[in-house]
C-alpha cells in the first residue's frame, strides 16, 4: 500500500547541507508490522515524517496505494494525513490545559459526526490502551507510560489505514 522510490531528503540550513535520507526504497504491504532500528540522527523521525505526510521528500516518489505523490498539492497532504495515518510523536504533543479525553477527541477529523459519538469514540480508544479512569485528568497528572498510552489511542481513534510510532517502545 506504500512504496517508498529512491527518496531523498537534504535539510538545508545556511550553507549547511545534511544528506538525512539517501535514496531509501522500500515497500509496505497492508497488516505488516514494521520497525525501523539505528543510532540517533541517522534520518528515522525524517523517514516517519516523510511518509506520514509531515513533510516532503527533496527526491524520489511515495506511491500511496499505486498512486504518485510527486503532484501532490498542500491539500492532497492534508487529506492523507488526516484520513490514512495515526502518528504517535518522539514527544508526545499532548496539549497541556485539555483533559486527555479532550486531547483525544480532538484528533478526530472525520467529518460528518456528532459530537456525542466524537466523545464516545474518545473514550472507547482510551479505554483500549487501558486509560478508562484517567479520562479527565490532564496530561501532567500521568505518569510518562500513561501518557504514551494517550498519544496511542489518540493516532488510533480515526481507525487509520497506517499507523506510524517513532519510539513508542523507549522508556522514559
Ligand atoms: N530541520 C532540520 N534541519 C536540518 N537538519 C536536520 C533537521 N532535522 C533533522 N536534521 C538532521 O538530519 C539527520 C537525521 O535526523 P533525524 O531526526 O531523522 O534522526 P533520528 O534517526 O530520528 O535520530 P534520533 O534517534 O536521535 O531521534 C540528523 O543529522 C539531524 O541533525
Ligand atoms: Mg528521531
Not at 113 to 120: A, D, G, L, P, T
Amino acid at each position: 500500500m506504500l512504496q517508498l522510490k529512491k527518496i531523498t531528503k537534504t535539510y538545508i540550513s545556511g550553507d549547511e547541507k545534511v544528506e538525512a535520507l539517501k535514496g531509501i526504497t522500500l515497500n509496505f504491504r497492508e497488516s505488516e508490522f514494521v520497525s525501523i532500528l539505528g543510532q540517533s540522527g541517522c534520518g528515522k523521525t525524517t523517514l516517519l515524517n516523510i511518509i506520514g505526510g509531515l513533510d516532503r521528500y527533496t527526491t524520489g516518489d511515495l506511491i500511496i496505494n499505486g498512486k504518485s505523490t510527486k503532484k501532490f498539492k498542500d491539500r492532497d497532504w492534508d487529506a492523507y494525513r488526516n484520513y490514512k495515518v495515526g502518528f504517535v510523536f518522539q514527544s508526545y504533543n499532548l496539549i497541556g490545559h485539555q483533559t486527555i479525553l479532550s486531547n483525544v477527541e480532538l484528533a478526530l477529523t472525520i467529518g460528518g459526526i456528532s459530537k456525542r459519538e466524537r466523545k464516545q469514540r474518545a473514550i472507547k480508544a482510551l479505554e483500549e490502551v487501558g486509560l478508562k479512569e484517567q479520562i479527565h485528568k490532564k496530561p501532567n497528572q500521568l505518569s510518562g507510560g500513561q501518557m504514551q498510552r494517550v498519544a496511542i489511542a489518540r493516532a488510533l481513534v480515526n481507525n487509520p489505514d497506517i499507523i506510524l510510532a517513532d519510539e513508542p517502545t523507549r522508556s522514559t
